[in-house]
């Protein structure tokens, strides 16, 4: 069997979705995608002039050799550029693999050991007043778990980290486009004193059944980060995600020593090496790593077999930053894992993404159902994908309040 073409499609309703498409001799083809999120036209160039090229002619099968032969023979190893165009070809061989087959991935790793996996939704509010709304919204609709974020009083709007507008509950920011980045501003005195008391009436009004997680979004330092912790810990939060930026990860040591918070990190993340270290030393209780920026679904595997010895769980970054294909990839991964904790779910599902990615995966209450289609289980409308053209866009950049450059 040989690789006989491959192309790389940029576009999507409200993203530039980066979506990868192999073909081979037998009619099989498998799909994969490489979205990396406000830089989507790298790892499409590293794809067409340095990846595609090598991949025509090699046996789609050989997924570990293809994987260790563009990772190791590039000799600059990782980065999320080259993860996520890695990403995109394993996912890909991946799907081959399970058409081969006739078998849904999920029986290729050792089978379902669970009917539906559990997914957190965005539940976001301009002030406190419309998070509540936004988190009966959720659980009117069946979620048991929900990220909370809102406004923080006197902190210039926008300042809230990806937080909606005044009486909008749903509008998490996902579209970045422009032609330069927005500023928001930071100020982490007025957090400190604002978000942990929130948390608790949050808490005090929907009860301990609904799970509750909270994304400081890389704003404190260590030692910010270990107080933090401790004071929101009798509100029993299901996870603090990155409550230091991710590159620093002896800051996970000061949080230990101080708190019991359950800690996610890595979405940012694109390799084992990344995260081995929190791991191995339990640093850390969920990893957050995509199949997109990690690699595919090869190195992820790897990710979850490490973590499931250290009794850390898998909360994988979800859409809408990646494609339904990866979302199915991490769809196949959590119906298998054996630690699975938690799938982040946003925004996919309207009609312009299911049209332009058909599949038979749903969503129902909260829960994530991987279909029993072969391979990956998700298509790919090239006709549909001639509606969207790629658009620039940033990432917000945030300032302190004195004009200091801080983590977005
Ligand atoms: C966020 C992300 O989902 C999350 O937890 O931290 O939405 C993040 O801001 C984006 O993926 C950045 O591309
Ligand atoms: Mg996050």
Avoid at 332 to 340: D, E
Wanted: hydrophobic letters at 35%.
């Amino acid at each position: 069997m040989k690789i006989t073409s491959a192309e790389v499609f940029i576009g999507g309703p409200g993203k530039n979705y980066v979506t990868l498409k192999i073909m081979t001799d037998q009619g099989i083809y498998g799909l994969g995608d490489a979205t990396l999120n406000t830089r989507e036209t790298l790892p499409a160039h590293y794809l067409k002039e340095y990846l595609i090229p090598c991949l025509i002619g090699m046996d789609p099968r050989k997924s570990e050799d293809i994987w260790q032969f563009f990772y190791r023979g590039a000799y600059f190893r990782r980065g999320p550029i080259a993860m996520a165009a890695i990403g995109a070809i394993d996912m890909a061989l991946w799907d081959i693999k399970g058409k081969i087959a006739g078998l849904p991935l999920y029986d290729l790793f050792g089978g379902k050991s669970r009917e539906g996996a559990m997914v957190y939704a965005h539940a976001s509010g301009n002030d406190l007043e419309d998070l509540m709304d936004s988190i009966t919204q959720y659980r009117e609709e069946g979620y048991q778990a929900v990220r909370v974020q809102c406004g923080i009083p006197g902190m210039p709007k926008g300042g809230g980290y990806a937080v909606a507008d005044k009486g909008n509950t749903k509008n998490y920011i996902t579209n970045f486009v422009g032609d330069g980045p927005k500023i928001e501003t930071w100020n982490t005195d007025k957090y400190m004193r604002y978000m942990p008391d929130a948390l608790g009436e949050i808490r005090d009004k929907f009860g301990f059944d609904m799970r509750l997680l909270h994304d400081v979004h890389h704003r404190l330092l260590p030692r910010e980060a270990a107080q933090f912790a401790k004071e929101v810990e009798q509100h029993r939060l299901y996870w603090l995600e990155d409550p230091t930026p991710a590159e620093d990860q002896s800051a996970l040591e000061i949080i230990r020593q101080h708190s019991t918070t359950p800690i996610a990190i890595g979405e940012v993340f694109n390799s084992i090496y990344d995260c081995n270290k929190l791991i191995q030393s339990n640093l850390i209780d969920f990893i957050r790593i995509s199949a997109t920026y990690g690699g595919g679904i090869t190195s992820l595997k790897r990710i979850v077999d490490l973590a499931a010895l250290h009794n850390v769980q898998t909360g994988f970054h979800g859409a809408p930053s990646h494609s339904p294909i990866s979302m199915a990839a991490q769809g196949h991964l959590n119906a298998w894992a054996p630690n699975f904790g938690v799938q982040e779910y946003l925004v996919l599902g309207t009609p312009e993404c299911d049209a332009l990615f058909p599949s038979e995966h749903k969503m129902e209450k909260g829960f994530f159902y991987v279909s029993d289609a072969p391979g990956l289980g998700v298509d790919f409308d090239e006709k549909e994908a001639e509606r969207y053209e790629f658009k620039r866009g940033y990432h917000p950049v945030t300032r302190l309040e004195d004009g200091t450059v801080w983590n977005y």
